[in-house]
């Protein structure tokens, strides 16, 4: 049977490129976005993917997105849990809305969907949950306590539940991406962006592809042995 992966955020930026590589690989995919109608519709006609619209920091919404996909495609194998937003500023300009929705987003993201579709892989035997992180959950970021506090919860997260499937035939892992050249990076302000591209070791920024390989082979049949691990994949910005 054709497997089905569900990409959140994967109608536009890395997820865009991420629902792509998953699609190459011969697996149906369902792009979910949160809003943007215009450019999920061109997503999907572009590409001829399905494109599903639910708030992924909402619990019932997963649950109820999630299975109007398998309804329209089939059970669901394959998650990458991929939405996620900024709500930058230092701690002392930052609201607790802009604490709250990081969090709720980012993390509680991963919760939702992992509670919609992990026990549909353990019936089966087989899984796979690839959870977008950051470099910036890896090493902070100064004027990002919610996002590297919300990143930096994937990362365990991710380490907990590869530990609760492994015996289920379902990995579980991070890739922990440094800067891409997205909307989402596009919002940094010129002079920050280049202070930043200044430190990172191969001089540039990274390309949505490049994260989107990354979780093509953790998605694959041959990454059975890799759980729990994180992918760095940030042109050297942060070793360890
Ligand atoms: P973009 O801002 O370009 O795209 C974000 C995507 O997430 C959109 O499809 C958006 O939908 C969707 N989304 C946002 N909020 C929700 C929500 N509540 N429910 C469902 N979908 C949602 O982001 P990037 O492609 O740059 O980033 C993708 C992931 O990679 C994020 O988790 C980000 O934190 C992470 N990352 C990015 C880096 C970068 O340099 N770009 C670096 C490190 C990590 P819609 O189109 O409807 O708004």
Request: proline share 1%.
């Amino acid at each position: 049977m054709t497997k089905v992966a569900i990409v959140t955020g994967g109608t536009r930026g890395i997820g865009e490129a991420i629902s792509l590589a998953l699609k190459k690989m011969g697996y149906v995919v369902a792009a979910n976005y949160a809003g943007n109608d215009e450019k999920a519709r061109a997503f999907s006609e572009r590409t001829g993917i399905d494109s599903f619209r639910w708030d992924v920091g909402d619990h019932q919404a997963c649950l109820d997105g999630c299975a109007a996909v398998a309804d329209r495609l089939g059970s669901v194998d394959i998650v990458v849990n991929n939405a996620g937003i900024t709500r930058d500023g230092v701690l002392a300009k930052m609201s607790f809305d802009d604490w709250n929705e990081v969090m709720r987003i980012n993390l509680g993201g991963c919760f939702n969907m992992a509670k919609a579709t992990f026990d549909g892989m353990r019936q089966r035997g087989w899984g796979r949950f690839v959870n977008i992180g950051s470099v910036n959950g890896q090493a902070g970021q100064y004027g990002q306590v919610n996002y590297a506090a919300a990143k930096s919860g994937i990362h365990g997260f991710t380490k907990a539940l590869a530990q609760e499937g492994a015996k289920y035939g379902i990995t579980v892992n991070a890739i922990a991406p440094g800067y891409v050249d997205t909307d989402m990076v596009a919002a940094v302000p010129a002079q920050v962006l280049e202070k930043i591209v200044a430190k990172i070791p191969v001089g540039r920024l990274g390309h949505a592809g490049e994260i989107a390989r990354g979780v093509a082979f953790l998605c694959s049949e041959e990454a059975g042995f890799v759980t729990g691990s994180t992918m760095s994949i940030n042109g050297g910005q942060h070793m360890y």
